[in-house]
Structures are given as C-alpha cells and as structure tokens.
C-alpha cells in the first residue's frame, strides 16, 4: 500500500502505456481492426509511439515551469514505452506489411521521404533504448546526457514523418509539432535560464510576503 | 535449365477453381459478343482462352481474383463528404437522400439534358462489371458493378467537335454531407476525362453493386467507374456533367498538384510520395501483390496514351 502510495504516478504511466497495446489485441482479437488490419495496427503503434514520446518530453518542461519534481522519473519508463511502440510499428511495415521483401523495403526507404525520417528517427533513438539503464549511465557519464539529447532530434523528425505521410489535411501533424516545438523552445538554454530566475523571484517575493505578514496576519491580538 | 520451387506449384484448389474459371470463360465469351463489352478481347481465338474484363464467373473477375466481400466494399469507404474516417463513411450517409436526382448534361452539346435519374435507369440498361478498384493509397478491391457504358450517354447529348474533356461534379449538400462543411477542401468534388478515355468502353457510369441499387456510402445514386485510373478518379454522386474544351481541375489536382495530376492513371512506375504504388494490399487479403500497369486493362486502354510520357502526364 506504502509502495503505492509513494509510486503511484510511475504505475499510473506504466498503466496507461499498456493500456493501447491492450485494446489493439482487444480489438485484433474480436476482429475490429477495420477492413484494412495492417494499416491500422501501424497507424495505431504510430501514432501511440508520438504520443508517448511527446509526454516522456513534456516531463521536464513541466518540472522547469510549475516545479513538478515527482514527473521527471518518468521519462525513462514513458520514452522506453515509446521505443517499444516504434518497434511494433516498423516490425508491422516490415513483416505484416511488406513480408521482408527486402526490394520493397528498399524501395519504400529510397523512395518514400517519410519513411526516410521515420527510419531515422528509429535509427537515432535506438542508442538511447539501448544506454537507457543506470549502468550505461554511470558508464557514459557526462557523456550519456549529450547522447540524449538526440531526441530533440528524432522527435521532429517523428513529427516530420507524420506530416509527411498524411494525405491533404496536415492540421493534426501540425498540431503535433506546435506541443514539440514549445517543448525544444523551452529547452533553449536563454529561455530556461529566465524561466528559472522568473520562478526564484517569485518563489522569493511569495515566501517574503508572507514573512512579511505573520505579525499582521490577525489585527485583533 | 530450372526446377520448380514447391511454392511455384499452384495448389489444387485455387487450380481447380481456376480451371472451372476457363470453363465458363468459354461460355461468356458468346455472351461478352452479345454485350459488345469486349468483343476484340475475345476474338482472338479458342486457346489459351483470353481474359475478360468486366465479366464476372464463380465470384472472381477474369484474373480469377476473389471478389471482395460485399461487408468491406460497402463498409470501407474514402468519401470525404461524409468523413476521412473510411469506416465512418456508412453511418454517416445512411439517410442522405438519393431520390428525387436528377444529372443535368451540358456544355458543349448539341442536345444539352437533365436526366431523371429512373430515366437513366430506363433508357440504358443495366450491364454487371467486375472491376478491380486501386485506390492510390495503396489498397484494392474486385466489386461487381451494374452500369452502363457512359459513351452511351454521351452520345445521346452529343459532343460538338470543340468538346474535349468531361467535367463531373457531385452533389454539393453540407447539410446532408458533414464533411462539405469542412472548408479544408474546394468543394463540391469534380473530377475529369478526356472525352476519348470517357468514350472507352470500360467506363461505366455505375448504378449498382453485388446486384443491388448502390448505397449512400457507395456513391449513391449514380457514380463514375472508371478501373483503370485510381480510385479518387471515380467520383460519387453525380449531379452535372459537363463537356468542356480545357482540362477541369479537380478537387484533389487543387488540394495537391505535385502528387495528384489529371490522369491518375494506375501505374506502377509512376511512384507515389506516400503510397507504394509498385504493390498494393487487396482488402482481405494479408500480404501485397504487385501493381498492374493501368490496373490490368492494358489491352483496352493503353491506346489512348500510345506517345504519351506517363511520368509527366501523372
């Protein structure tokens, strides 16, 4: 119960990534993946992939911005759920999709733009799935957070490869790279270093108001 | 010298069933004469008895490819008047209202007409044709059409010798087509063929599917067909059609000129930027299968682009 308690925002994020890979067997069990299954369980593991991405993103921001401390462990398990998703959707293109018809692939990879970023994308998260675990951490040291960094790459490059595969009608791409586009923004070293020095002085007038109050805080004695 | 794979050995039921294909091949041949759908395809001789487009036996198309279940052709649906979600499609257009119709005819005729649409249904009659369908996003389907041939519309209203192309346009009804009501696209949806592909007598104006009226999701009451082009070149529920002297834009060449062209012919070595366009998933099927040049009606429409470079003229 204690653990719970203590650890309830992690098994909340551990829930809720599992729960997309449920209802895709749910409904792959009950037949309800549309007439065109491959397409959908691709665009399914696609789509959950960004989403997860983003919110393992959106941790920081969150503990720059309202001081959210107790989100930032979850950044490996939601970016771990979200290597895991890509996995499912490139095993999807590659062997329910194309059967391993390597020319096909080719062709696809050489051809398609948007499977070219997205190739990348998996390409450039692929070393950080891989050096995710303290071990790798301590091992790499000041050199594991630079590495990580590449996902300030590769998330627009997702983004890209979602904009670039929808037919006509980019808004829900675009939608996509705004939430991207303000996280890397508030990453910029500049912005976040005002952000916290806007924070401190308010944290500092906050706790000196009220200082300030206490001899006050009731007339009447 | 070559030996045969095991996997190249066709197995016996899909032998058999191609057999008892050939078999009634032979007799629809005498039928596809009294049709005239396809009388120079057939005429060639007794063996190897030559395909048929359009006829349909024992529920595959004269490729001997398997119909596609009737559910997927009237539950999967791009009709983006209704709803880019293509299962969304059905519900949404169950109570569009497909009677009274009329199709007005015009432009550059000498016998300009608006038709009733029991009129159209009256004065041609009704043929089956088994069509493969290639949507552009990369999926098939085979659907047993009923229509009739649009040159015999077009000949009723005749063409002037200054009319080039035809301009199909559907009906414009946001109350009735939610997705009129997105302004992202230049509706209504028009769509065009140069008069001479109009004419070619695999083009049909389609009235029907599986032996029934067509459905609202299907493009209801009346809707091009034409199985050589991509899927988006047959545009549903026809109100005015038009013969004109310059190519009509249509909604997808505006919303996508570098991917979308006029002819939209079904070509594998034009390639896409999405869609692989050298193979295809046929619903229902799990794996994909190569793309045929013009979708396999090769022998009847290739003719018409003799000279052409197709790389260009997308």
Redesign the interface.
């Known amino acids: 119960m204690l653990y719970l308690r203590k650890n309830w925002l992690r098994m909340l994020a551990h829930v809720g990534a599992l729960i997309p890979l449920a209802i895709l067997l749910w409904d792959a069990h009950l037949d309800r993946l549309?007439?065109?299954p491959?397409?959908e369980i691709t665009f399914r593991t696609g789509k959950t992939a960004l989403v997860l991405l983003v919110l393992s993103l959106v941790c920081t921001p969150l503990n720059l911005l309202l001081g959210l401390k107790q989100v930032l462990p979850l950044r490996r398990p939601l970016g771990l759920y979200a290597f895991f998703y890509v996995c499912l959707h490139l095993l999807t293109f590659v062997y329910?999709?194309?059967?391993f018809?390597l020319g096909?692939i080719r062709?696809?990879i050489v051809?398609?733009?948007?499977v070219l970023v997205g190739f990348s994308a998996f390409l450039l998260v692929l070393p950080l799935a891989i050096t995710s675990t303290k071990g790798w951490q301590r091992r790499l040291g000041k050199r594991w957070k630079s590495l990580h960094k590449l996902v300030y790459l590769a998330a627009p490059l997702a983004v890209l490869h979602f904009l670039?595969?929808v037919?006509?009608?980019i808004?829900e791409p675009l939608a996509y790279g705004a939430v991207v586009a303000t996280i890397l923004i508030l990453r910029t070293p500049a912005i976040r270093r005002s952000i916290t020095r806007f924070r401190q002085r308010r944290q500092q007038a906050a706790t000196s108001t009220t200082a300030a109050r206490v001899p006050h805080s009731d007339p009447r004695s | 010298m070559s030996s045969i794979r095991s996997s190249e050995i066709t197995p016996e039921h899909i032998y058999l069933s191609r057999r008892s294909f050939m078999r009634s091949v032979g007799t629809l041949v005498a039928g596809a004469f009294v049709l005239n759908a396809c009388g120079e395809a057939a005429s060639t001789g007794p063996a190897p008895t030559p395909p048929v487009p359009g006829t349909t036996t024992a529920g595959t198309d004269e490729l001997s490819d398997p119909l596609t279940a009737f559910e997927a052709v009237i539950g999967y649906n791009n009709y983006y008047e209704f709803s880019t979600d293509k299962e969304a499609v059905a519900p949404l257009s169950r109570d569009f209202t497909t009677s009274p119709w009329t199709v007005e005819v015009g432009g550059l005729v000498n016998k300009p007409k608006t038709y009733a649409m029991e009129d159209l249904l009256q004065r041609f009659p009704q043929e089956e044709r088994v069509y493969r369908l290639r949507c552009v996003e990369g999926w098939s389907m085979v659907i047993p059409w009923m229509g009739f041939p649009i040159n015999k519309l077009l000949n009723e209203v005749e063409p002037t010798s200054k009319a080039k192309y035809v301009r199909f346009e559907t009906v414009e009804r946001p109350e009735e087509m939610p997705g009129q009501k997105d302004g992202y696209y230049r509706w209504p949806y028009v769509e065009g063929l140069r008069l001479d592909e109009a004419m070619n007598d695999l083009a049909i104006l389609a009235t029907g599917l599986y032996g029934k009226a067509l459905l609202p999701q299907n493009g209801a009451p009346l809707r091009l067909t034409v199985p050589w082009k991509y899927g988006f070149k047959s545009i549903k529920s026809i109100v005015k059609i038009d013969l004109v002297e310059e190519p009509p834009t249509s909604l997808w060449m505006a919303a996508g000129p570098s991917e979308y062209g006029f002819y939209a012919n079904v070509n594998p070595d034009v390639p896409h930027p999405r869609w692989s366009q050298s193979s295809e998933r046929r619903i229902g099927d799990s794996g994909r299968r190569p793309t045929l040049l013009f979708n396999g009606y090769s022998d009847q429409v290739a003719g018409l682009y003799s000279g052409m470079d197709l790389r260009t003229n997308y």
């Open positions: 549309t007439f065109n491959i397409q329910l999709d194309y059967g018809d096909l062709e696809a051809e398609k733009r948007y670039w595969l037919k006509a009608d808004r």
